[in-house]
């Protein structure tokens, strides 16, 4: 395996334990730690599928003129659109998604492409997930 590093669109969801996924990698540059992912076609594909998620989010998120989002409004695509695929494709509603590489092949093997995804089913989940479930 080559010590090429890919961008990891879900890097971040990776790294606070909320999912995992075969591919990733953890990489340091001074005390800053982030996400990479080791295999190019997979790093490709999750990057195609966060567009599709954050183009067909900007109605739910109130975010049309906006060309970057907070945090939590990534969090809330990802993690969101995440749950609310593996709950299509698989009818299990957890709360962690255990390899993003396997649910995104299903979604690819499921729909085909990414612009086919039924959007609409995805935006109520995307809508009302919180990032962190306060007490």
């Keep these: 395996m080559s010590n090429k590093h890919h961008t990891c669109p879900f890097s971040h969801l990776i790294l ?6 075969e591919f990733a990698a953890k990489d340091c540059i001074a005390e800053k730690e982030f996400g990479t992912c080791l295999k ?22 109130k975010s049309h003129h906006q060309s970057s989002l907070s945090v939590g409004q990534q969090s809330k695509i990802k993690m969101g659109g995440l749950l609310a695929l593996q709950e299509i ?10 390899n993003i ?10 729909y085909g492409t990414f612009t086919q ?7 109520p989940k995307i809508a009302k997930f919180k990032f962190r479930i306060r007490n």
């Design 117 to 123: 995804i039924p959007f609409s089913q995805l935006m």
């Design 89 to 98: 494709i698989t009818h299990s509603p957890t709360n962690t998604i255990r």
């Design 101 to 110: 590489t396997v649910l995104v092949d299903k979604i690819k093997q499921e």
């Design 16 to 21: 606070s334990g909320r999912c995992a996924c």
């Design 40 to 61: 190019q076609s997979c790093s490709n594909n999750c990057q195609s599928l966060y567009h599709q998620l954050r183009e067909n989010s900007t109605f739910v998120l």
